[in-house]
């Protein structure tokens, strides 16, 4: 069996083992679960991940692409994408600007990079994604707490002074960011993974590793899709990854000089899957507005829980499939293609829907001139 194909498998037997675990959990276990990934497996893998990379000036392109790739789906998540939605439901349209721009390399693209190109593109993936984490941890965090600021209930007078101190404090607070700090300190003085006593990089790398079957098992367990929502989630990813396919088609173009692994490259890592990060972000904000008894909560939680369980199996299965016909898609025009045909599939249920609704109306119209001939008709024999 193909190594990627059976990886994928993998992922979605946890989730599907998650899926099965539903009935023996309840919400209160679901809720330590989660603290433990926010407060243990996630900055553990954060705190390996930065303690591996070895910064060179030349490779900081990488991150910033990362970065600005990040910042150009926020917008089109914003104009474009979110207008899927209806114009009243802005819980789920913030939820979506802050899951559809982030990146989850690691679980859904890191794996089949290493497969199909290699260990070199695997450590330009790990910077790429600095740029990656730089957007998700931070930006879209200050993004959220602005979100709850202004729409807050308890303190709506804050002055720009306080409410900037609160956002530092509570970055402070978070788990992933104070490892994140400790991490770049110890880059900053020179030392790594390697450079700290076995007992600690062990613990660390041990904690490290129960981070992705733990998220895919939570998502399993939470997960609670409708069809309405399968629909909804489906057609958003699609138009994620459509406008993803057309992003990488210009770089490409951009620099035709590319080789052949480095445009697979561009093609794959965007693809990869909506981030858990921001899913943190709007937990924590939940949080806070539980205990201010807001009624109308900023982000839809179950929303975003079912997105990232869609969203893992869907970027896996377009980056298999960008690999194994990997000939065809070093081919600007092919990537074009597949953007323009993703985006064509995405609003193929509204067109439908308008044709439907056209073409009931038009029947009702009908049916309204059929009788009033008919009455004429009996009119006129009267």
């Avoid at 990656?132 to 303190?155: G, T």
Wanted: positive net charge; hydrophobic residues 55%; glycine residues 4%.
């Amino acid at each position: 069996m193909n190594i990627a194909f059976q990886k994928t498998l993998e992922l979605i037997l946890i989730i599907g083992i998650g899926v099965f675990l539903q009935r023996k959990v309840t919400k209160s276990n679901l809720k330590g679960i989660k603290v433990l990934i926010l407060s243990v497996a996630l900055p553990a893998v954060i705190f390996v991940a930065l303690l591996k990379i070895k910064l060179e000036s030349s490779l900081l392109i990488f991150p910033v692409l990362a970065l600005s790739f990040n910042l150009l789906m926020l917008l089109a998540s914003k104009y474009y994408i979110s207008k899927t939605l209806p114009t009243k439901d802005n819980a789920r349209k913030r939820t979506m600007m802050l899951l559809l721009p982030s990146l989850a390399p690691g679980l859904s693209c890191f794996p089949f990079i290493v497969v199909y190109l290699g260990d070199d593109y695997l450590a330009l993936s790990a910077l790429a994604d600095v740029g990656n984490k730089i957007f998700v941890l931070i930006m879209l965090y200050m993004l959220a707490m602005h979100w709850y600021n202004s729409r807050s209930i308890k303190d709506t007078k804050t002055s720009t002074k306080n409410k900037l101190k609160g956002l530092v404090l509570s970055l402070l607070n978070e788990p992933i960011n104070l490892v994140m700090i400790i991490a770049l300190l110890l880059l900053a003085f020179g030392l790594n993974l390697s450079s700290l006593p076995d007992f600690l990089g062990n613990t660390v790398t041990s904690l490290s590793t129960i981070m992705a079957p733990l998220v895919l098992l939570f998502i399993g367990m939470a997960v609670r899709i409708n069809a309405s929502e399968f629909s909804l989630i489906l057609t958003l990813l699609a138009r994620r990854a459509g406008i993803t396919f057309l992003i990488s088609t210009v770089v490409v173009l951009a620099f035709p000089a590319l080789a052949t692994s480095m445009i697979l490259f561009i093609i794959v890592f965007p693809q990869s899957s909506c981030s858990f990060w921001p899913f943190a972000h709007m937990s924590a904000i939940a949080s806070l507005e539980d205990k201010d008894k807001q009624t109308k909560p900023t982000f839809d939680i179950d929303f975003a829980v079912n997105v990232l369980a869609c969203s893992l199996p869907f970027s896996t299965l377009l980056i298999i499939g960008v690999f194994s016909f990997s000939e065809l898609f070093v081919n600007p025009f092919t990537i074009l293609i597949a953007g323009v045909s993703l985006l064509a599939i995405s609003y193929a249920p509204s067109l439908f829907r308008v044709l439907k609704k056209v073409k009931s109306q038009s029947d009702n119209h009908i049916d309204a001139m059929s009788l009033n001939l008919e009455a004429q008709n009996n009119e006129n024999k009267d």
